[in-house]
């Protein structure tokens, strides 16, 4: 089945320690979008990439990096994860449209623990 | 700024009965709205989506309607089920990318 993995499902880093997350996806879609989140909160989007083209939320710290480096495949790269970036961090994907009217396909998220 | 409201956070109902989920919304004006199924621990999963100029979508036991004047789409399970159980996120679309609600947890009691 087409579909939106992400690896690993748990990770654990240490206050400081730079730490990367993976995504990847069998949809061939162009959009690919990193959202954060917290327990009870609603997902915020961080950044999204339509093809190679890279969007930065207004809001998003500049501690959060990514890369695209095919259609398959984003890393989220947290630089200097502080307590406060403990999250559950969800990878999607739109088959070509950032906006309008087509779902975004979710993968099941990286649980990210700060120790 | 933009601003979503799912009219709780958490709602029980018995099993068999309709459940009605709202979100509402400020300061947009959307052209679609969407709505998700969050099971704990999973990402969100895509159910439904309503364009500004339908009032109603139904799919299997759900059924969506979206009332642009105003500002508020209601979600009804009906039958709903134990299965049912499970937080139901609204996002609306427009010339921005979705912007998503907190959610309403939804249990059915059996």
């Known amino acids: 089945d087409a579909m939106v993995i992400q690896n690993p499902r748990y990770q654990v880093t240490q206050f400081g320690k730079p730490v990367t997350l993976s995504c990847s996806q069998t949809l061939n879609h162009n959009v690919m979008y990193w959202y954060q989140q917290k327990s009870s909160q609603a997902p915020k989007l961080l950044f999204h990439y339509y093809d190679k083209d890279f969007n930065n939320e207004a809001d998003t710290p500049d501690n959060f990096q990514s890369r695209r480096p095919n259609t398959s495949f984003c890393f989220l790269d947290i630089r200097s994860p502080g307590l406060g970036d403990a999250a559950m961090y969800l990878c999607?994907?739109?088959?070509?449209?950032?906006?309008?009217?087509?779902?975004?396909?979710f993968g099941d998220g990286t649980r990210l623990s700060i120790l | 700024s933009q601003k979503i409201e799912q009219n709780s956070e958490a709602l029980n109902i018995q099993e068999g009965k309709t459940a009605t989920l709202t979100c509402n919304y400020t300061?947009?004006?959307?052209?679609?709205l969407q709505w998700y199924r969050q099971d704990p621990g999973r990402g969100p999963v895509f159910l439904l989506l309503?364009?500004?100029?339908?009032k109603e979508k139904r799919k299997e036991r759900l059924k969506v309607t979206f009332d642009t004047t105003l500002k508020q789409s209601l979600f009804h399970i009906t039958a709903s089920q134990p299965a049912d159980s499970a937080t139901y996120l609204c996002?609306?679309?427009?010339?921005?990318?979705?912007?998503f609600g907190k959610g309403t947890r939804l249990s059915v009691i059996a």
């Open positions: 300061n947009y004006s959307p052209a679609y």
């Open positions: 996002a609306l679309a427009g010339n921005t990318p979705l912007v």
């Open positions: 999607a994907t739109s088959r070509d449209s950032v906006t309008v009217n087509q779902p975004q396909h």
């Open positions: 309503i364009r500004e100029n339908e």
